[in-house]
């Protein structure tokens, strides 16, 4: 089974910054690539940038400004650090790898999702 934990949303007042991190457990031979989606109330879930294999990054020209993606490939841990964030980022951010679980003798490739995080700008 492959967990995926998200940490670091909270409240922030408009114009602040924040860095949410997710890291992957459980039994996997690597982890091909990360990204980070969120999703606001009656939106539809949205990329905000994935980075893999390797040191490629997908990321739509909206987020490019103000959301950068960066991965630990020993920690198994991505981040995604916001700034100059608005009352519109509000939204549930969700981790998300594809990864091939399981060991080498035997293993799948799968997709998987964090619980999410709650990111809320307000004043």
């Known amino acids: 089974q492959i967990h995926l934990v998200e940490s670091g949303g909270g409240l922030v007042q408009p114009g602040g910054s924040l860095r949410l991190s997710c890291t992957g457990s459980?039994?996997?031979?690597?982890?091909?690539?990360m990204a980070w989606y969120r999703q606001a109330p009656a939106k539809e879930r949205e990329l905000v940038a994935e980075?893999?294999?390797?040191?490629?990054?997908d990321q739509p020209d909206s987020m490019k400004e103000r959301f950068a993606i960066s991965r630990d490939t020993a920690k198994n841990t991505v981040y995604l650090q916001m700034s100059r964030l608005k009352p519109e980022d509000t939204a549930v951010y969700y981790c998300?790898?594809?990864?091939?679980?399981?060991?080498?003798?035997?293993?799948?490739?799968?997709?998987?999702w964090g619980q999410g995080t709650q990111v809320t700008v307000s004043a």
């Open positions: 998300y790898a594809f990864v091939q679980a399981g060991t080498r003798a035997w293993s799948t490739w799968d997709h998987y």
């Open positions: 459980g039994t996997f031979v690597t982890i091909a690539s």
């Open positions: 980075i893999g294999p390797g040191t490629r990054i």
